[in-house]
């Protein structure tokens, strides 16, 4: 403790204050989806009242509530999520690994304008990829299907622009020897280059399933009832004259547990992965 | 005509699509899917399908309020043929039309209306000592008001859709939000007697502003603390729906005028069918079929408004005693005939690809003048320039 000034331990205090105040700022509203999924819905919209602040005891009420719409298949839905993001994101990881490598250790023609256009692609918002994808989707005979979800962002630009910035860390005298030891150039990507990855891709894994987790408009267009995801699942409890918070807090709740237990598995990768290769040394 | 469709829809009136689907296959074959959403999905859904070109279902439910930017999309098939040739047009009333119609064609059949009359609680009235039916205009109703004690609202003036409450009360004068030349024209002489007289309601003290549709609202009106709502004669069913413990204690009125001798006929929401132009002829066709039974036939319109609520837009269906059948929940009363007479007097209205922008621009000017912050000449001024501003329109 010697070597901590008083002034440190003062910034040090402030600083610990200000981090506390931002996880605050980010679990509270979590914790109130949480409490309000178990609350009758009068309990928790009353204007201002009495905020209740502890779990109550109407969650399987609010669940059987949920599970008795028509339009709605919520345990279908939480399926059809997990399965569309768990596949995307292992097929994603691979696509954006090997595309990122070929970016940072290979020279071909027009490497730089390829790259630059697949980046550009970046700024693209969804909305407007709806319509062409879901045209292109339906030409390949997807419509209605997982693939279609999976397959349009399987090579996902940031995904490749990460994967490269990251394995452009990789010495070239390495692969250079593991060549002259007679490694396939496959063998290079898989036996060389991926197990020095593992912190990215498991940080690049969990921005996949999320941005996978989260996407709304295009499977709403593209899915019809039975397929749909979480997101649009729970947009068919907002009906023209009523809107079923009860339900939806419900929802709510229970989509965030695979998130959850995707972060806390991979969660010790996920700052080292992300800072990986953000400074040139 | 192709053996079946499917027909998108959402809520109570998929439901009636579904109702008079057995009774439409029984008597004219074919196979008809009604298939149900929640609103917002629905919309959204069925706008890119039909820019796209492909998977859109043979027919589907359009408001109103949304006909001009649909029609725009170029998507939809024009039936002002089919219309003609059935020889229907006249049978419904007549303000359904201007929305769906653009250069001549006309995009979508009309469903329901929602004629608009003010829902009141008529316990809380007689314990007050209100006379509710020798109020005629606005005058007599805020003074009818004045007679409640300060924690009672005489009506709930929603601060979430101060726009809904302006469009019912402005379209009642007749008046409309664009020129034919499509000029804004929401700051008209109509405009600003609307906006005065909101505001002459809110500084009575005869007003309470509780978001409509919230848990708040319903449980104000169960309680009784706030005794009128201005709304479509749908209400009704939502309020049977939500507040049911109160059946008995309600009455309708229609909504007062603004002087003496005034039109007391408006209107609050309503929806159409339309069919997509992708769709193949004989498919439509067998969409129109169906639609003509649903919506064009007095059988089926009878039997929505009996099992849902929905108030037909198709005249003949008035003929029916359904009409005169007193609600239980109304305490008796026929508030089916009120709406059958109100229904073909609301005057005709218009929309355009805009009016999202004069729905922001009307919430949040007049919120501003009932806050006190501007006068009702300088709300309805700054809506208007807001809106020319944002949509490169003129001002009227």
Known sequence: MGSVTRDEAGWRFLGYSFVLLVTLLMIVPIYWIVVASTLPEQAFLSAGTDVRLLPGSN??????????????????????????????????????????????????????????????????????????????????????????????????PLGIFLMRQNMKQIPDALLESARIDGATEFQLYYRIALPTMKSSLAALAIVLFLFQWNLFLFPLVVLEQGKYTIPVAINELIGAQRVYYDQIMVAAALSIIPLFLVFLFLQRHFVSGILAGSVKE | MASDATVWGWDVAAKALDVVDDPYEEEHGGDITVEQFGRSNMKDKFKSRVLSGSGAPAAAMMESVDAAAWVDTGGLRDVSGWIEDAGIRSDFVSGKWGPLTKDGSTYA?????GPVAAFYRNDVAEEHGLDMDGIETWDQFIAEGEKLPDDVAMLNLPPNDYDGVWRMMFRQLGGLPFTDS??????????????????????????????????????????????????????????KAEVGDTSGMWRVMRPPAYESGGN???????????????????????????????????????????????????????????????????????????????????????????????????????????????????AVDRAAQQVANRTNRDLA
């Not at chain 1, 059987?64 to 298949?73: G, H, I």
Request: negative net charge.
């Open chain 1, 59 to 156: 969650f399987l009420a609010n669940l059987d509530a949920l599970q008795a719409r028509e339009s709605v298949d919520f345990v279908q839905s939480i399926w059809n999520s997990v399965f569309i993001a768990v596949v995307y994101t292992l097929l994603s990881l691979v696509l954006c690994s090997m595309g990122g490598f070929a970016f940072a250790k290979y020279e071909f023609k027009f490497k730089e304008p390829i790259f630059y256009s697949i980046l550009a692609t970046l700024t693209l918002p969804i909305q407007l990829l709806v319509i062409p994808l879901f045209l292109l989707v339906s030409q390949m005979g997807l419509s209605n299907s997982y693939w279609a979800i999976i397959l349009p962002w399987a090579a996902n």
């Open chain 2, 264 to 378: 007391r006929a408006t209107n609050w929401g309503g929806s159409n069918l339309v069919i997509a132009d992708q769709v193949s002829d004989a498919k439509a066709r067998r969409a129109w079929d169906y639609m003509q039974f649903a919506l064009g036939t007095k059988e089926q319109q009878v039997t929505m408004y009996e099992e849902y609520g929905l108030f037909p837009a198709y005249k003949p269906a008035y003929e029916s005693d359904a009409f005169d059948q007193g609600s239980e929940f109304l305490g008796g009363q026929a508030a089916g005939r009120m709406f059958a007479e109100i229904a073909p007097n609301i005057p005709t209205y218009n929309y355009t690809t805009d009016t999202p922008e004069i729905t922001k621009a009307i919430n949040s000017e007049l919120g501003r003048m009932i806050s006190g912050e501007l006068s009702p000449q300088e």
């Open chain 2, 109 to 113: 059949l009309p469903w329901d209306v």
């Open chain 2, 182 to 239: 499509g000029a804004v024209n929401i700051n008209s002489e109509t405009s600003l007697r609307v906006a005065r007289q909101m505001k002459a309601a809110h500084d009575a003290g005869i007003t309470s502003s509780v978001a409509s549709w919230s848990s708040e609202w319903f449980s104000r009106a169960g309680e009784g603390s706030i005794v009128s709502i201005l709304s479509g004669a749908w209400l009704e069913g939502t309020l």
